[in-house]
Every structure is written in C-alpha cells, then in structure tokens.
C-alpha cells in the first residue's frame, strides 16, 4: 500500500509502505478520508512521535470501510466488513488502509459525509474528554474557548452551547470572529485587537480550554471565577508562564494538562463510547455537524499543512484518500 512519508529535508511523499496486518483484536480499514490536525505538523517536524505500536506516519482520524476483521473484533463487536466506520488512531492515518482495535471504531453518523465523518474521532473527542470529563463544565457556566477556529475550538463551542453553558470564543482574525459566531458563542473575541486579560477581568469564567499557554496565561488564570478549571492540551504560544500560587489555593482553581493522543486503548475506548452516546444523537437530529475548511486529495498534503501552518483554517481540513 502507499502512505505519506517525511523524508530527510521534512517533504511529505506518497510513497510505497508494508501493507498492514491485523492482529486478533483489530480491523483492517480502507481509509477513504483522513483528518488533518496540528499533531501532525509537530509529528512531521520531528517534535510528536506516535506511541509505540502504531505506524510512523502522521494521521489520528480516518474515515473509510472495514476490508478485514480479526477474530477477537469480529467476537467482541458488532462490528462486520463492509461497515463504514471512523476510527481515533495513534497514527497512520495517512494512508491507503490502516490497522485499528476494534475498540477504537466508531460508526459514521447517518447525516454525515465521509469527509465530514473523518473530522469527528479527534476534535470531538478531544473536546468532549475536556469539556466534560476533566472540565466538568456544567449547565449555566461559562466556557472561554481559545483559538475557537480551529477544528478543536469549533467542536467545543459546539458541545459547550447545546450543553447550556455561556461560550466565550477567541480568535486572531475579524474573519474568523465572523465565521464562529454561528456555532454558538455569546462572546466573540479578536485577540490581536482586544487585551483577552481584560476579557477575564470582566466575566466570570469557571472553564478555559486552553491551547495557546504563553506568558499571557498566569494573569488571565488568577483572574478565574472561583472553583475554576483551566485545562491546557497545547502551548502554541509557548511553554513557560508565572502562576500566583496563592490564587491557586485561595480560589480552589485547578490546573489540568490533558493529552488524548498518549493515553491507553481501554481510557480511548471510553471516551469514544460517551462520544456516541451523548454527541452522535446531535449529528443524528442535524443540531450540529463538523465544520469543513477545504477538503484535498491526499496527492495534496503539502497544501494541507500550509494551511494550518499559516492559521487560515476554519474548521477542519481533510485529505480524501480513496474512494
């Protein structure tokens, strides 16, 4: 088979790889569309390698066709070939089939294109798990989402609205405040313009989603409401900020790092089941669906990372792969 590989000068090439083989627990799934995600430039630049056990190139969310089954999967699961399935992956999305525990499949909601389906195992899961597993965001409170264009930030506006909480979203770009507005925010914030430290001076906010970090971070966290949860899953704006622990103790705050990408496939698998049962019903009854920036043949990944190096997306960018 064939997947996208980074050779020595960092160029991504199409090139010929071993076809994968199941193990007793996994499928074997054609890939027809493959989410593109930050993840996958830091794993291209050297900076993200995939856990153990799973193929070298980049790729966490597929969509496609169940080709194989193992024996266990095809026992344990409903799951059967010819089903079309979207799969959370810990890489090797990037190519023409891909090896999956069957644990970590889900069915392609109804309403759903394919392309769209290879949006949802990755972003919706990611905000879902932070949200409301290690947020604990609740009805009536107030959710501040950063770089809310982005797939993640979209889906959690998303989430967080139709859950009745109160969506403060920032952007970088008066075009991107335009285009978030309708997913559900109250509040739309252009950073680059607005100070977002006086944003948190003036409301109330009990959960952040956080993956900008940087030096900005430590004077908007001490400005929480009380009992609030800051939850960082990246820090695009770099790594080092200065806390006030006294704030952190007489607040009650909590600071919370979260990664989906390096935890095991029985903690995956549960994410993924509260996934489809609490979101799969909003795709079902169209309250929400993925947003799709530009969808790409995978000849052109190269394309599809320039686009989320410069930060143009707004929503997701998929390759299609096959048909």
Avoid at 195 to 213: K, P, Q, T
Avoid at 246 to 253: M, N, P
Wanted: with cysteine; aromatic share 6%.
């Amino acid at each position: 088979m064939k997947a996208v590989l980074v050779d020595h000068d960092k160029k991504l090439n199409w090139a010929d790889v071993p076809d994968p083989v199941i193990k007793s627990d996994e499928v074997l799934v054609r890939v027809q569309a493959a989410g593109v995600n930050r993840a996958d430039l830091m794993q291209r630049n050297g900076q993200y390698p995939p856990p153990p056990g799973w193929p070298a190139w980049m790729g966490l969310e597929v969509a496609g066709v169940i080709e194989a089954i193992g024996d266990e999967a095809h026992a344990e699961s409903s799951y059967r070939v010819g089903d079309r399935v979207c799969a959370l992956l810990g890489g090797g999305g990037y190519a023409e089939f891909v090896a999956v525990p069957y644990q970590l499949l889900m069915p392609v909601p109804a309403w759903l294109s394919t392309e769209e389906a290879a949006a949802v195992p990755e972003v919706y899961a990611t905000a879902h798990l932070n949200l409301f597993g290690e947020g604990q965001l609740r009805n009536g409170e107030t959710l501040l989402v950063h770089a809310a264009a982005s797939g993640v930030g979209i889906a959690a506006t998303q989430l967080a609205h139709a859950a009745g909480a109160r969506v403060i979203a920032t952007v970088r770009s008066d075009e991107k405040a335009d285009a978030i507005r309708q997913h559900g925010a109250a509040l739309v914030v252009n950073s680059s313009k607005v100070d977002v430290r006086d944003i948190f001076a003036s409301n109330e906010i009990n959960v952040v989603l956080d993956c900008v970090g940087g030096r900005l971070m430590g004077d908007c966290f001490a400005s929480m409401a009380r009992f609030g949860r800051w939850i960082v899953i990246a820090t695009l704006a770099g790594d080092v900020t200065q806390l006030d622990l006294k704030t952190l103790f007489v607040k009650r705050l909590k600071l919370i790092g979260s990664t989906l990408r390096s935890r095991t496939v029985t903690e995956k698998a549960a994410v993924l089941s509260r996934l489809v049962s609490d979101v799969y019903p909003a795709f079902d009854r169209n309250t929400f669906r993925p947003v799709l920036h530009k969808i790409l043949p995978i000849a052109e990944v190269e394309a599809a990372h320039e686009i989320l190096a410069r930060n143009e997306n707004i929503g997701k960018v998929v390759l299609r792969v096959g048909s």
